[in-house]
């Protein structure tokens, strides 16, 4: 099966910017997608082909995809980005979803 | 706008059977594919199900194969999740989303705000 690897926490001051990766086998031949799920809600998809904002998602969420690690960037970190993020990929050869182990996005 | 509500979660005991259901609303739901994404509480996200949005294609996670069944009725603009024989480590809160299917891409765009399911004696 496939696995992709996040890392369990990330911890940034406001205003600054936040990295978070998403290993997979060579994941750039995939479509990388994030969601974020603050505490007691639903997931919401913030990033979708690897790049993309869907309409209302500040700016400040950027994707990217090389070689075997996808990166999630939170530019000008604020309070309310604080949750969990996880990246998802469609794994074609056994037609299922695949979603990351999950990043916790701590505010200092 | 979208939304998706679901209902029927509850305790059940171990071997027990429980059906989830997902009413839709805002917009087309027979052009849509569904599926059903499980967390266990203080755990992360995992697939579970999808069904195509005229019920010709299924797909099961391999934990829950042979144990739930996915189904759709386009009329009424809802999904639901029949589920058998279940175990504790099926204790989990169940969202219902909205697949999209695009250019090669497969994601979900639009989320319930999820059934809690709790498997114990």
Same mark, same amino acid.
């Given at each position: 099966s496939?696995?992709? +690897?996040q890392p !369990? ?11 978070? +990766?998403?290993?997979?086998?060579n994941?750039r031949s995939?479509?990388?997608?994030w969601?974020?799920?603050? !505490? $007691?809600q639903? !997931?919401?998809?913030?990033?979708y082909d ?10 400040r969420?950027?994707?990217s995809?090389? $070689?075997?690690?996808?990166?999630? +960037?939170?530019?000008?970190v ?6 969990d993020?996880?990246?998802q990929?469609?794994?074609s ?6 979603? $990351?182990?999950?990043?916790r996005?701590t505010v200092l | 706008?979208?939304?998706l509500?679901e209902s029927g ?6 071997g027990?059977?429980?059906r989830?259901?997902?009413a /839709?609303s805002?917009?087309?739901? =027979?052009?849509y ?5 499980r967390? /266990? ?8 199900s999808? @069904? ?8 099961y /996670? =391999?934990?829950?194969?042979? *144990?739930?069944?996915?189904? *759709?009725d386009?009329a ?6 029949q589920?058998?024989s279940? *175990?504790p480590e ?9 697949? @999209?299917?695009r ?5 979900? =765009?639009?989320?319930?705000?999820? /059934?809690?399911?709790?498997v114990?004696?």
């Amino acid at each position: 099966s496939y696995v992709l +690897t996040q890392p !369990p926490s990330v911890s940034v001051a406001p205003g600054q910017a936040a990295s978070i +990766t998403c290993g997979g086998n060579n994941i750039r031949s995939k479509s990388v997608h994030w969601y974020q799920q603050r !505490p $007691g809600q639903a !997931p919401v998809l913030v990033v979708y082909d690897d790049t993309d904002r869907p309409s209302g998602i500040p700016e400040r969420f950027s994707g990217s995809n090389s $070689g075997n690690t996808a990166t999630l +960037t939170i530019s000008r970190v604020e309070a309310g980005d604080e949750a969990d993020y996880y990246c998802q990929v469609w794994h074609s050869t056994t037609d299922h979803y695949v979603f $990351g182990t999950g990043t916790r996005v701590t505010v200092l | 706008e979208v939304q998706l509500v679901e209902s029927g979660g509850g305790l059940v005991q171990p071997g027990g059977s429980l059906r989830l259901s997902c009413a /839709a609303s805002g917009f087309t739901f =027979d052009n849509y594919a569904m599926h059903w994404v499980r967390q /266990a509480p203080g755990k992360g996200l995992e697939w579970v199900s999808g @069904i195509s949005w005229n019920s010709g294609s299924i797909a099961y /996670a =391999d934990s829950v194969r042979g *144990r739930f069944t996915i189904s *759709r009725d386009n009329a009424k603009n809802s999904l639901y999740l029949q589920m058998n024989s279940l *175990r504790p480590e099926d204790t989990a809160f169940y969202y219902c989303a909205k697949h @999209i299917h695009r250019l090669g891409q497969y994601y979900f =765009d639009s989320w319930g705000q999820g /059934a809690l399911v709790t498997v114990s004696s």
